[in-house]
């Protein structure tokens, strides 16, 4: 099981630091401000939101799990409830007609295998 939680630890980990990438390239690319402007303000919050819970509840996860501590547990739980949440409201309130539903029910499914682990 440590090394379950290990692997679980650095795939956290490279979350973490794929959000701050995928922050900084929206930002520089000028698309960061689209999605605040854009009309699905609801998403585009629900968006933030999840980044800011990523890059702040993230490597508590991360660092804690790596340690084998019952809080990096709890809050990657916490990080994987929420991402299944966010990613049901998507699909049932904000999908677009033509927006693939395989990638929507594989990050489910990661995260919600993950919170069952």
């Given amino acids: ?14 979350v973490v630091v794929l ?14 401000m689209a999605l605040v402007r854009s009309g699905a303000l609801a998403l585009g919050l629900a968006t933030a939101v999840g980044w800011l819970m990523t890059l702040s509840v993230g490597p508590v996860a991360a660092v804690q799990l790596w340690r084998l501590q019952r809080i990096g547990l709890l809050a990657g739980a916490v990080m994987c409830a929420v991402t299944v949440g966010y990613y ?3 699909l049932v309130f904000f999908r677009a007609p033509k ?19």
């Fill in 99 to 117: 927006a693939p539903l395989w990638p929507i029910l594989g990050a489910m499914a990661v995260n919600g295998a993950l919170l069952a682990l």
């Fill in 19 to 32: 959000t701050m990438l995928l922050i900084v390239q929206l930002g520089m690319s000028g698309r960061l």
């Fill in 88 to 90: 049901v409201v998507g």
């Fill in 1 to 14: 099981m440590r090394i379950v939680l290990r692997i679980i630890a650095v795939g956290v980990g490279l």
